[in-house]
């Protein structure tokens, strides 16, 4: 067993929703098992890559600012995550790390025998972030459920401008959780539409935006007759 190796996943530099995730170097060259092991892992990450992004979503919707490497040490036997360690938090945010390993250790990987230990860092950040006029977009995060109060997922939200109704914004969807992010959003006010298959669309009208501010909103859809 190769204790401490880094999980090579240089290729996850695609975006989450609302944040990235990527990886340190590897610290050692691993072989045999290991690296079969750690293959497998890789694989089962990217194709349950929502389970991560749900999480930065949830928390992303609460706070923009959690953003940076998060890192655990895994112990991984029978296929699933048996135990983590937080050896790296830059986020600060106890209940972020935490609510990770709980939706990783849902996993069940098929062939992972183990025993097998790796460290599995998770860079967080929130889409745009990056962008040099960050600062100075308005941020609007919301949830979207029905009238039982369940969430709706891959509910559409679009924005128009109400100074000029030709002016839009890319529009974003709700994750499986009925969470959506949207970031830099010009200062001003905007009408924001909900829609989703099956439900009547709902116009939230001139919503105000400042610089840096963050906005979240409730959201009920209502099926149709």
Not at 42 to 51: E, K, P, Q, V
Request: proline share 4%; charged share 25%.
């Amino acid at each position: 067993m190769n204790r401490g190796i880094s999980f090579m996943a240089a290729a996850l530099a695609a975006l989450i929703a609302c944040g990235a995730a990527g990886a340190q170097e590897p610290a050692s060259t691993v072989s045999g098992s290991d690296s079969l092991y750690t293959a497998m892992l890789f694989a089962h990450l990217r194709s349950n890559f929502d389970d991560i992004h749900d999480v930065s979503m949830r928390f992303h919707h609460l706070d923009h600012r959690l953003n940076g490497m998060i890192q655990f040490h895994t112990r991984w036997e029978g296929g699933r995550m048996i135990s983590a360690d937080i050896v790296r938090n830059e986020t600060k945010s106890d209940d972020f790390a935490l609510a990770l390993i709980e939706s990783i250790g849902q996993w069940n990987i098929e062939g992972l025998a183990g025993p097998f230990e790796i460290d599995l860092p998770l860079r967080i950040k929130i889409v745009g972030s990056d962008d040099s006029t960050f600062a100075e977009k308005g941020i609007l995060t919301g949830e979207i459920y029905d009238e039982a109060g369940a969430p709706v997922s891959r509910a559409r939200v679009t924005f128009r401008s109400e100074a000029n109704a030709t002016d839009t914004l890319r529009s974003v969807r709700s994750n499986r959780e009925g969470i959506f992010v949207k970031t830099l959003i010009p200062p001003g006010r905007w009408d924001v539409e909900a829609s989703a298959p099956g439900y009547e669309a709902i116009l939230l009208q001139s919503i105000e935006f400042q610089d840096g501010v963050h906005l979240r909103r409730k959201i009920v859809l209502h099926a149709k007759p």
